[in-house]
T-cell receptor, first 112, second 119 residues
Framework: QKEVEQDPGPLSVPEGAIVSLNCTYSNSAFQYFMWYRQYSRKGPELLMYTYSSGNKEDGRFTAQVDKSSKYISLFIRDSQPSDSATYLCAERFSGGYNKLIFGAGTRLAVHP | GAVVSQHPSWVICKSGTSVKIECRSLDFQATTMFWYRQFPKQSLMLMAT?????????EQGVEKDKFLINHASLTLSTLTVTSAHPEDSSFYIC???????????????FGSGTQLSVL
C-alpha cells in the first residue's frame, strides 16, 4: 500500500464549477499537509499548508484535513481555465524536516 | 514566498556525457536543499538531500556516484548527472525550505525544474 493515494484523473470540469481533489494516507504520524499546483514542465507551487484537522481557506481554495479518517481535500471554487494543472498532495512527519511524501497528482482540466 | 532558481530549464546531451544542474536560493539562505526526479505523469520522487558543507544524503536506490551533489554555499546546490544514459532522461527539480527569519522554513519551495534528454 502506498503511503499516499491520489486519483491521477484526469478530471475535466466546466469553467465556474467547484472542484474537489482528494488524497488518503496510511501513516497516522503525518502531521503536516500541503497542496501543490504544478503546470506542465514547471516546478510545483505551494498552494495550501496545514497542520491541523479542519478547514483552511485562501481565496478560491479551501484545504480540508480529517486526521481521524486520514483524508485530505482541496476545493476550488469558481474554477478557471488557468486552474488547469496537476495538483499534488504532500505530507510529512513532525520530525521529518521537509522530507515530503507526495501523492501521484491529479490532472485537472477546466474548459471554457 | 521564497524564490528558488534552477537552470538550465532543459538540456539535451549525448550518452556518456555529464550534465550539471544548478539550484539557487535567491533571497534567502538554504543549508538544506532537496533534489527530486519526476517521470511523465508520475509524482515527485526524492533522490537526495543536499547539505551545505557536508555530504549529501541519498535515498535508497539512488546511485551516489552517478548523481553527484555539491552544496558549496548557503545559496547554491548542484546536481551532476555523470555518464548520462537515455534512462536518465527525466525532469529534475530542486527545492529548499523557506527562510527561518520569515517563518516560512517549514514550507518547501521548488525550482522550475530541468528537463534532461539523453540521446
Amino acid at each position: 500500500q502506498k503511503e499516499v493515494e491520489q486519483d491521477p484523473g484526469p478530471l475535466s470540469v466546466p469553467e465556474g464549477a467547484i472542484v474537489s481533489l482528494n488524497c488518503t494516507y496510511s501513516n497516522s504520524a503525518f502531521q503536516y499537509f500541503m497542496w501543490y499546483r504544478q503546470y506542465s514542465r514547471k516546478g510545483p507551487e505551494l498552494l495550501m499548508y496545514t497542520y491541523s484537522s479542519g478547514n483552511k481557506e485562501d481565496g478560491r481554495f479551501t484545504a480540508q484535513v480529517d486526521k481521524s479518517s486520514k483524508y485530505i481535500s482541496l476545493f476550488i471554487r469558481d474554477s478557471q481555465p488557468s486552474d488547469s494543472a496537476t495538483y499534488l498532495c504532500a505530507e510529512r512527519f513532525s520530525g521529518g524536516y521537509n522530507k515530503l511524501i507526495f501523492g501521484a497528482g491529479t490532472r485537472l482540466a477546466v474548459h471554457p | 514566498g521564497a524564490v528558488v532558481s534552477q537552470h538550465p530549464s532543459w538540456v539535451i546531451c549525448k550518452s556518456g556525457t555529464s550534465v550539471k544542474i544548478e539550484c539557487r536560493s535567491l533571497d534567502f539562505q538554504a543549508t538544506t536543499m532537496f533534489w527530486y526526479r519526476q517521470f511523465p505523469k508520475q509524482s515527485l520522487m526524492l533522490m537526495a538531500t543536499s547539505n551545505e558543507g557536508s555530504k549529501a544524503t541519498y535515498e535508497q536506490g539512488v546511485e551516489k556516484d552517478k548523481f553527484l551533489i555539491n552544496h558549496a554555499s548557503l545559496t547554491l546546490s548542484t546536481l551532476t548527472v555523470t555518464s548520462a544514459h537515455p534512462e536518465d532522461s527525466s525532469f529534475y527539480i530542486c527545492s529548499a525550505p523557506g527562510d527561518l527569519k520569515t517563518a516560512t522554513n517549514e514550507k518547501l519551495f521548488f525550482g522550475s525544474g530541468t528537463q534532461l534528454s539523453v540521446l
